[in-house]
């Protein structure tokens, strides 16, 4: 997996501990230049340091697949798109916000939700 620069180089030179705005536009070009994959693998990596991240690109490729063959032949309209997308997830798989458990850490970390197909719903949206 690629690895990514510190979000902000060094403490600006005051001594101050809060970003100047040089800073600051680094820290929000360089958050830019991070896919949200490769993201959501390194936060889950963090917690479940066995994860193989090839693993849960595979699952989120075959998802996709399914969602690209459902569609008809060329339609890609963002609202029908949208709509077979949710319908893979919630109606095929079962995915759904985890109302028994909101606060579960694995809530939050892409291999778990693939894997319980509970999450927080903005993970799923």
Avoid: C, W
Avoid at 26 to 36: E, G, I
């Amino acid at each position: 997996m690629e690895q990514y620069p510190p979000i902000l180089d060094n403490p600006s030179s005051s001594g101050s501990s809060t970003p100047n705005k040089q800073q600051q536009q680094q820290a929000a070009a360089t958050a830019a230049d991070v896919p949200v994959l490769d993201a959501a693998l390194l936060i889950a990596k963090h917690a479940h340091p066995d994860l193989d991240p090839q693993h849960v690109r595979q699952q989120l490729d075959d998802l996709a697949a399914e969602v690209v063959a459902a569609l008809p032949e060329g339609v890609r309209y963002p609202l029908r798109v949208t709509k077979e997308i949710n319908r893979v997830l919630y109606d095929v798989h079962g995915f759904k916000g985890n109302e028994e458990d909101y606060y579960n850490p694995n809530n939050s970390y892409i291999n778990k939700v693939l894997e319980t197909k509970k999450g927080k719903p903005a993970y799923q949206s």
